[in-house]
C-alpha cells in the first residue's frame, strides 16, 4: 500500500517534530525537578561556604573552584591537538589511509565509557607518572575524553567554509598558514567553539572519571596537583552515602546553573566576535 506523497509529507513533519517536542519536554522535565528541589538551598553561604562535617554542613565552594579547575585544565590540553588535528585532516592531507585512521581513532576513543578513561587515568597519571590524585591527573584524563568531540566538531566547521574564502586569499598572495589563521579559522570559530562549549559540559558533569584520578577531597586545592572534589562528584557522594538529599539537589541545581551560564556566555562572545569580523 502506497500513501499519498502529501500523506507521507504530513506524516514525516509529525515524527520530526514530535521528536523535537519530546526532547524539550525532557529537557524541561529535568531542569524544572532539579531546580523545584535545589533553589531552595541555593544562597551566598552556601556558594561562598567550604564543606563542613563531609558535607553535612557548609557550602560547595571548594567543589565550584574545583570544577572550574579541572574544566579548564581539560580544556586548554584537548583544543589545541583537536583543533590541530582537525586542521591536519582538512588542510594539510588528502584523503587517504592515515586520515581514515585518524577518523576511526577519534570515532573509538568517543565511544570508551568513561569509567574506562578513569582507570587509564588511575593507572598511568595518578601512580605511573606519580602525579597521585590531583586536578592535573583529572583535567589530563577528561582531555583525552573531549578530544575526540573538538577533532570532529572542527573538522565538520572547517569543511563547511566555502572554498572561496580559501580562493581570495590564496589570490591576494596570503601564504598556507596566513589563510588558515586570517579565513579560515575565523570562518569556523561559530562550530570550534560548539564542540569546545560541548566538551565543558562533558567535563562539569564527569563523574566516574573524576573521581578515579582528581580525587574526592573537600579542601580548597592550591594548585594544580592538590586533589579535588568536582561539584558532580560532590552531590554523588552526599547521593550515594545517604549524607545529604537537601544538599545533594542543591549542589546538582548549582551545576544546572554553572552549565547554562557558560553556554549563554560562550555564546554571546562567539556572536559578538563574528559580528565585529564580518
Not at 582507570?119 to 575524553?145: H, R
Not at 564527569?206 to 592538590?226: D, K, N, Y
Request: positive net charge; proline residues 4%.
Amino acid at each position: 500500500m502506497r500513501l499519498n506523497p502529501k500523506t507521507t509529507q504530513f506524516l514525516a513533519k509529525g515524527v520530526i517534530w514530535g521528536s523535537a517536542l519530546l526532547v524539550i519536554v525532557l529537557l524541561l522535565f529535568i531542569l524544572l525537578f532539579v531546580l523545584i528541589k535545589g533553589v531552595p538551598t541555593l544562597s551566598w553561604q552556601f556558594l561562598t561556604e567550604n564543606p563542613r562535617d563531609m558535607g553535612r554542613s557548609g557550602g560547595i565552594f571548594s567543589t565550584i573552584v574545583s570544577t572550574i579547575l579541572v574544566t579548564l585544565v581539560s580544556v586548554a590540553v584537548a583544543t589545541p591537538f583537536g583543533v590541530g588535528t582537525a586542521l591536519y585532516l582538512t588542510e594539510f592531507t588528502r584523503e587517504g589511509l592515515a586520515t581514515r585512521i585518524i577518523r576511526f581513532s577519534a570515532d573509538t576513543l568517543a565511544a570508551i565509557p568513561s569509567i574506562v578513561y578513569g582507570l587509564f587515568g588511575f593507572i598511568f597519571f595518578v601512580i605511573n607518572l606519580n602525579m597521585g590524585w590531583s586536578i592535573l591527573s583529572g583535567g589530563l584524563t577528561m582531555a583525552m575524553m573531549i578530544l575526540p568531540t573538538i577533532i570532529r566538531t572542527s573538522e565538520e566547521a572547517i569543511l563547511a567554509i566555502h572554498p572561496l574564502y580559501r580562493e581570495v586569499s590564496f589570490s591576494l598572495g596570503g601564504t598556507k598558514m596566513q589563510t588558515i589563521l586570517g579565513a579560515v579559522l575565523p570562518s569556523a570559530l561559530r562550530g570550534i567553539m560548539t564542540g569546545v562549549i560541548l566538551s565543558i559540559g562533558r567535563c562539569v558533569a564527569e563523574t566516574a572519571a573524576v573521581i578515579l584520578t582528581a580525587g574526592s577531597s573537600l579542601r580548597l586545592p592550591e594548585s594544580v596537583f592538590s586533589p579535588a572534589r568536582t561539584m558532580a562528584v560532590h552531590f554523588y557522594i552526599l547521593v550515594r552515602e545517604g549524607i545529604s538529599m537537601e544538599r545533594a539537589y542543591g549542589t546538582a541545581a548549582a551545576l544546572i546553573l554553572l552549565i547554562l551560564i557558560i553556554n549563554f556566555g560562550a555564546n554571546m562572545l562567539i556572536n559578538r566576535f563574528v559580528a565585529k569580523n564580518h
